[in-house]
């Protein structure tokens, strides 16, 4: 039997496959979707393709390790708040500090995107 915490892992990396994937095929789909500024001559279609897989590819992975994070940092932080309430706060900045690395891959993908068009 698989342990829980390679199920999370195998789901994570599953729903970035997913994710990469209909970006991927979205934008092979429909190339004109992405339209350049009046007087500027735009990106060629498979670098905008590939812009967006990167984008996709940032978001996903700064999840999954977000996850893994928060899963070992939340699963720890529980287990010292029950010996020491006490340790509540300094705990909560942590699992925050964790939780970060997602929100750092967010901010990559949109500076990716907004270079794209």
Do not use: C, H, Q
């Not at 970006?23 to 812009?51: C, I, K, N, Q, S």
């Amino acid at each position: 039997m698989l342990d829980n915490r390679l199920k999370m892992i195998i789901g994570a990396a599953a729903a970035l496959a997913v994710m990469a994937t209909l970006v991927y095929v979205t934008m092979a789909l429909f190339p004109d979707t992405v339209r350049a500024a009046p007087g500027e001559t735009g990106l060629a279609a498979e670098v905008l393709r590939w812009g967006y897989v990167a984008a996709a590819l940032a978001t996903g992975a700064s999840a999954l390790g977000a996850a893994v994070a928060v899963a070992s940092v939340g699963a720890a932080a529980v287990g010292a708040v029950a010996e020491k309430p006490e340790l509540f706060g300094r705990m909560l900045v942590l699992v925050g500090l964790a939780e970060g690395i997602a929100i750092y891959g967010l901010i990559i993908s949109i500076m990716i995107l907004n270079r794209l068009t």
